[in-house]
């Protein structure tokens, strides 16, 4: 290779359209400065954004990409009493299941997002999920620092 830029071994081309980034400008309403990317490995195109504050506990609002208005919307999670803020959310299966421990809820959100399976949860455990099987989930008795313990699972 003689250290041309365009010798025998490649050449160089702009990038056409499909292969440039796009870059959306967004502005997000709330004061949050975390902003965690969910993709659900079932359903590649199934991505949630969960926007959530470093200071203020159980603030978490969701966010959608909509690909033909190249903009991030917020998506109203109504249940049953109000809307709910979102702590966690984890992919399970081909849903993703969401976790409020301000509402003490949780419920499962498909790519339509469709709430079902509302369950009550008790704010002195974490809840883990199994990536793939809806309905077992790790119950985790929370513990002040120091100390260890681990709980049994449950089912939802």
């Known amino acids: 290779m003689d250290g041309s830029k365009d010798s025998d071994h490649f050449k160089i081309r702009p990038a056409g359209a499909e292969e440039t980034p796009?870059?959306?400008s967004n502005i997000f309403h709330h004061k949050c400065d975390r902003f965690e990317v969910i993709r659900n490995p079932n359903r590649p195109n199934f991505i949630l954004y969960l926007a959530?504050?470093?200071?203020e506990?159980?603030?978490g609002f969701v966010y959608i990409y909509d690909h033909l208005k190249h903009g991030f919307f917020q998506v109203d999670l109504n249940v049953s009493g109000g809307i709910a803020s979102v702590?966690?959310?984890?992919?399970?299966?081909?849903?993703?299941?969401c976790v409020s421990y301000a509402r003490n809820i949780s419920f499962y959100v498909d790519e339509q997002l469709k709430i079902d399976h509302?369950?009550?949860i008790d704010t002195a455990y974490k809840?883990?999920?199994?990536p793939q099987k809806?309905?077992?989930?790790?119950?985790i008795k929370k513990v002040p620092k120091g100390l260890l313990s681990f709980g049994a699972s449950l089912h939802l």
């Open 134 to 139: 809806t309905n077992l989930i790790a119950r």
């Open 127 to 130: 809840y883990l999920a199994n």
């Open 22 to 24: 796009i870059i959306v």
């Open 52 to 55: 959530k504050s470093s200071t």
């Open 87 to 97: 702590d966690k959310i984890f992919p399970i299966g081909d849903k993703m299941l």
């Open 57 to 59: 506990l159980n603030v």
């Open 118 to 120: 509302v369950q009550n």
